[in-house]
């Protein structure tokens, strides 16, 4: 049974923190791995990894998959009250379906 | 501006009523998907359509029909509404570029 499994849930830091949240999968004719960010409506999407070990960076926010280990992870750092939201992660398939995990709800404190 | 446009924002129901929640995108994308999204559940795919034509079952299909009225429109039916399906309600399409786009959500209330 194709799955993505986020950890921790939840995380509640103080601002300033660096924080690094899990994915792990197990889904068939993986094409790629998502990471989505969502406030209070639609997520939105942060990054898109597809080979191993390729770090991708958009200012605070980095990712890096291990396509071995089947995992990635996402790390921000030096936290700030604005990055408190939902982080969602999600495969897509070669077939073009998408598995998403329950999502981390990050809360960062001032 | 592009994208997913989802109607309505938020709808009350009562138990048994019927509703259709509308989707549309302007993006030219080939597929779409409705998704339900309930606290400590994440995103569940309710159903979605690979092209103009073709719907398929997702996840939780269970009391929803949808209809693809063409490559622009995926509509969401509830027939006889569920306290059950209490949730947000999200569109997304997508092509071959990363990741979706997403509706900003459609908040339903049964009661």
């Known amino acids: 049974e194709d799955k993505v499994v986020q950890s921790p849930l939840s995380l509640v830091v103080h601002e300033g923190d660096t924080v690094t949240l899990n994915c792990s999968y197990e889904?068939?004719?993986?094409?790629?791995l998502l990471w989505y960010k969502q406030e209070k409506k639609a997520p939105t999407f942060l990054f898109m990894l597809?080979?191993?070990?390729i770090e991708k960076k958009s200012g605070r926010l980095s990712s890096i998959l291990d396509k071995k280990e089947l995992f990635s992870i996402l790390n921000i750092t030096a936290t700030q009250t604005g990055d408190s939201a939902i982080y969602l992660c999600?495969?897509?398939?070669?077939?073009?379906?998408?598995?998403f995990g329950t999502g981390t709800s990050l809360t960062v404190i001032p | 501006n592009a994208g997913v446009t989802q109607t309505p924002k938020f709808q009350v129901l009562k138990t048994g009523q019927s509703m259709t929640l509308q989707c549309a995108q302007d993006?030219?994308?080939?597929?779409m998907y409705w998704y339900r999204q309930d606290p400590g559940m994440g995103l569940r795919l309710i159903y979605y359509?690979?092209?103009?034509?073709?719907?398929d079952k997702g996840e939780v299909p269970n009391g929803y029909n949808v209809s693809r009225l063409n490559k622009r429109e995926f509509s969401l039916r509830l027939e006889s509404a569920a306290p059950s399906q209490t949730s947000v309600y999200f569109c997304?399409?997508?092509?071959?570029?990363?990741?979706?786009?997403f509706g900003s959500g459609t908040r339903l209330t049964v009661v």
């Open positions: 999600a495969i897509r398939s070669d077939q073009n379906q998408f598995y």
């Open positions: 889904v068939t004719n993986f094409r790629s």
């Open positions: 597809t080979s191993s070990g």
């Open positions: 993006m030219n994308h080939n597929s």
């Open positions: 359509s690979a092209s103009e034509g073709t719907t």
């Open positions: 997304a399409s997508s092509e071959y570029s990363p990741g979706y786009t």
